[in-house]
């Protein structure tokens, strides 16, 4: 039995400038949750911070306050560069978007760049008028006119072009990318120059410090290469780490300098004061990656930014660290508000740990409640009130099985008798009776509040998702393997004894099921070959009819509050649909976010809704989803998405996009970090096992998801 322990989180709106209290907002992590990719400071007081879902955030009070600016896009801002004052900036993105405001943020205007790859990096070294952008495909721009033309410059290469640093003037500059590319040009980038690195790796980030002469750049596995000559010759320095290195910068002088990144559940800071003669690790006391940092005056005083929004200062040249942000960050897989609006349970895991969190205030503030769980937790459910309730997942030694009677303030754990990870847990009418699916075809049942679990047969497949609508006699179960055409529907009317399959392998995968009101009409959510799938019976699930969902990517979970007409579904990419007309359209909602959403609940009506999602996302609307002023994305079309098929997924040694075998395609694990790029004949040979995700890297956005086993 544990113990109830508590963090309150406050919550607060982080909202966009002439929206006010609508559509969904963050409740966690604050000020906002979406991965911060670069930060910029021009003193101690003044900063800008740019992410994904076209974030970029501003403070005046050196990160003790930070407010949301427009932006204007939604494409994934990746650097932000103020070249003089803290009034004109530049950030730079996907789709070549790069933006410019000359107010100090009120305004950012969109500028023609010409292209519509990738744009990683953007450096304006002496004034505000003449600049540099690279991006993928080894493209590279400059402007002269404070970007009201971009002039696109050979670059010799087809390569990945993650960074550009022009260390004194507009002449001479450096840029680095994937497998050890680096350039220089001393003519103002008319000529490029291919310098040898002497290593293979990425290199995300290149600095030179005082003069053209001695620079440094970091990368992939711990790489860091430094040159005293120009980048004539490049010396290997001793990192003392393996993890991925996403920035580095010496404030001063070419003696002390700062390096950030790190892996899956691993912050690494280093610091060299010998000219990284020797690099030593700092203690963050944080476990989310680093993408970028900023010293903007001296060696005391910094910034990093990375995962989940984490925001961090050091006044004390990074001796400690303190989080700006605030709020957990572990992947949120369920929530569920058992009587009302104002009580509520999140629960997930990440690092090998789970987390339940608790709002007794409608999301204003959440108590992190110790689980006991080794690892992570995947669904919980109240069945009558906000006392008594259940969470599953997976332990050290299998499928696990918690809970309480008392409002979470203890959690218990129960004999589950399975090895397979718990994915889901109904009580369909009282605390007595319920039913658990999970992997490889598991389901239990309990007649007397979990102190026995009962397995029943039924398929062999893993089941993702369990809804007894009205009694503990009729249910349904859906799930898949998430290979081609494997998914499947069951359905019991004796209380899970015997179990009928009514759909099979009409779909790849099926990850969620509801019944709004009885048995008879519902509606399963998942995953085809080319679309987010939405599948509605009336008659029981004697037939299912598909829907339109006018999405490519992943559905993971569907509820309707109160009736059968008007409900939500919540997917990859920060996906919310709505529907008023019992399916028959489906309408897109903006979510403030790319970052996949697992789980989706209104406790009373179709207004006030709470929905979670990684990185720790908690998102609540009050008026059912709808943005009354949207100002980021107006005139702006969200790009198309089309869904990306790879073959065999899951696989072991590499995967093939069928028809697209001589584009190329971007990775990136579970955290959101970009971990290589790969052409459609031959996706992630070098990986290690885990789940990633893949996007096209030029024209039309392409998604997808691959498994690698081993």
């Known amino acids: 039995m544990r113990s109830f322990k508590f963090i309150i989180i406050p919550a607060v709106l982080f909202l966009l400038p002439g929206i006010g209290q609508a559509g969904w907002f963050w409740q966690n992590p604050l000020p906002q949750g979406n991965p911060l990719n670069s930060v910029c400071f021009v003193d101690n007081a003044t900063g800008y911070s740019v992410g994904t879902y076209g974030t970029i955030m501003k403070t005046t009070d050196g990160g003790a306050n930070w407010l949301s600016q427009n932006s204007g896009t939604t494409s994934d801002l990746n650097l932000v560069n103020c070249p003089v004052d803290a009034q004109t900036g530049y950030a730079a993105g996907w789709y070549g978007t790069i933006v410019k405001t000359t107010n100090g943020g009120t305004t950012w205007v969109r500028q023609t760049s010409g292209t519509t790859v990738i744009l990683n990096a953007v450096d304006f070294p002496v004034d505000f008028l003449t600049g540099y952008a690279v991006g993928d495909s080894g493209i590279i721009l400059k402007t002269t006119n404070g970007g009201n033309t971009w002039q696109n410059q050979p670059s010799g290469t087809i390569r990945n072009l993650q960074s550009v640093n022009f260390p004194q003037d507009a002449q001479t500059g450096y840029v680095s990318g994937g497998y050890g590319t680096i350039l220089k040009t001393t003519d103002g980038g008319t000529t490029w120059l291919s ?107 910094g910034y990093a930014v990375g995962y989940a929004g984490t925001l961090l200062k050091t006044t004390d040249a990074g001796a400690s660290w303190v989080r700006q942000s605030s709020g957990p960050t572990f992947e949120l897989r369920s929530v569920h508000f058992p009587v009302d609006n104002q009580t509520g349970y999140a629960v997930g895991g990440k690092y090998q740990s789970s987390i339940i969190l608790k709002t007794s205030d409608g999301g204003a503030s959440w108590a992190v409640q110790d689980s006991g769980s080794a690892w992570g937790l995947l669904s919980v459910h109240f069945p009558v009130d906000a006392l008594t309730g259940y969470a599953v997942g997976i332990g050290s030694l299998g499928g696990t099985i918690l809970k309480t009677t008392d409002g979470g303030q203890t959690w ?66 859906v799930g898949g393997t998430g290979r081609n055409n494997n998914s499947m529907i069951l359905k019991t009317t004796d209380g899970g004894t015997t179990w009928t399959t009514q759909d099979l392998g009409s779909t790849d995968n099926n990850y969620g099921v509801h019944f709004p009101v009885d048995a008879l009409t519902g509606y399963v959510v998942g995953i085809d070959f080319l679309s987010g799938t939405i599948l509605k019976t009336t008659d029981g699930g004697t037939t299912w009819l598909s829907q339109n969902s006018g999405t490519t990517v992943g559905l993971y979970e569907v509820q309707f509050p109160g009736n059968d007409q008007t409900g939500f579904i919540v997917g990859d990419y920060g996906t919310v649909l709505i529907t008023t007309n019992g399916g028959a359209t489906w309408v897109s909602q903006s979510a403030g976010t790319h970052t996949p959403i697992n789980s989706v609940y209104f406790p009373e009506n179709d ?42 997924n899951p696989f072991i040694s590499f995967a093939v996009i069928p028809g697209h075998e001589a584009e190329r395609f971007v990775l990136y694990d579970i955290t959101g970090r970009r971990v290589g790029t790969y052409k459609g004949s031959r996706v992630g040979g070098d990986l290690r096992p885990g789940v990633y995700f893949i996007r096209a890297l030029e024209g039309e956005a392409g998604l997808g998801r691959i498994v690698k086993v081993r």
């Not at 290593?199 to 711990?222: E, K, R």
């Not at 090895?419 to 007595?432: A, Y």
Request: charged letters at 15%; aromatic letters at 10%.
């Open 195 to 301: 310098l040898t690195s002497g290593v293979p790796n990425w290199l995300f980030d290149i600095h030179f410090p005082t003069d053209a002469q001695t620079g440094y750049a970091v990368g992939d596995s711990g790489t860091i290469v430094k040159t005293a000559d120009g980048g004539a010759t490049w010396a290997i320095q001793s990192s003392g780490t393996t993890f991925w290195l996403f920035a580095v910068q010496f404030p001063l002088n070419e003696q002390t300098g700062y390096a950030v990144g790190g892996e899956y559940g691993v912050t690494k800071i280093l610091k060299t004061t010998n000219s990284g003669a020797t690099w030593e690790p700092l203690f963050s006391g944080i476990r989310e990656v680093l993408y970028n940092l900023c010293f903007p005056l001296n060696e005391q005083t």
């Open 412 to 477: 218990m754990s129960q004999a589950s008798g399975s090895t397979s990870l718990l994915r889901d847990i109904d009580f369909p009418q009282n605390s007595q009776t319920g039913f658990i699916v999970g992997d490889d075809g598991t389901i239990l049942k309990t007649t007397n509040g979990g102190a026995n679990w009962v397995s029943l047969p039924g398929t062999s497949r893993d089941i993702h998702s369990v809804s007894f609508p009205a009694d503990a006699q009729t249910g349904y179960i």
């Open 607 to 648: 207004q006030t809704g709470y929905a979670v999602g990684n990185g720790g996302t908690i998102l609540k609307t009050t008026n059912g989803g709808v943005w009354v002023e949207d100002n980021r994305v107006q005139g702006l079309e969200r790009p198309r998405v089309r869904m990306l098929k790879a073959v065999p």
